[in-house]
C-alpha cells in the first residue's frame, strides 16, 4: 500500500522553526516530484513548496520564500520542509503530496497521485 506520512508539526511561537518530514511507504521516492501544501481554517489549500525528483528544482510560494527550505533524501525515502521564522499566518495543516516525475519537474499545483493525511502546525504565543 502507498503511503506518505508526514511528521514534525506542532506548536511553536512566532520566530521560532520546525522542520516537517515526509516519509513514503509502499514506494520508493526515486521516481517522484513532492509538494508540500498547506491548508488554514477557512481556506483553500495552497501550494508551499515542491522539489523535483532528483532535487534539481525546487520551487516556493512567496510567502514563504527565503523562510522555508525543502530537501530531500532519498535514500532515507524522506523529504524535508524546514520552516524558520515561522509566522502565525503560517498556522496550518500542512500535507506532502508525490506525483511521478520527469526530468527537473515540480509543481505548486495540486497535481500530485498521493496525498499524506497532514500535520498541525500552529503558530502562537
Known amino acids: 500500500q502507498l503511503q506518505l506520512v508526514e511528521s514534525g508539526g506542532g506548536l511553536v511561537q512566532p520566530g521560532g522553526s520546525l522542520r516537517l518530514s515526509c516519509a513514503a511507504s509502499g514506494f520508493t521516492l526515486d521516481y517522484y516530484a513532492i509538494g508540500w501544501f498547506r491548508q488554514a481554517p477557512g481556506k483553500e489549500r495552497e501550494g508551499v513548496s515542491c522539489?523535483?525528483?532528483?532535487?534539481?528544482?525546487?520551487n516556493y510560494a512567496g510567502s514563504v520564500k527565503g523562510r522555508f527550505t525543502i530537501s530531500r533524501d532519498n535514500a532515507k525515502n524522506t523529504v524535508y520542509l524546514q520552516m524558520n521564522s515561522l509566522k502565525p499566518e503560517d498556522t496550518a495543516v500542512y500535507y506532502c503530496a508525490a506525483a511521478y516525475g520527469v526530468g527537473t519537474w515540480c509543481s505548486l499545483d495540486e497535481s500530485y497521485d498521493y496525498w499524506g493525511q497532514g500535520t498541525q502546525v500552529t503558530v502562537s504565543s
Open positions: 522539489i523535483s525528483r532528483r532535487g534539481s528544482t525546487t
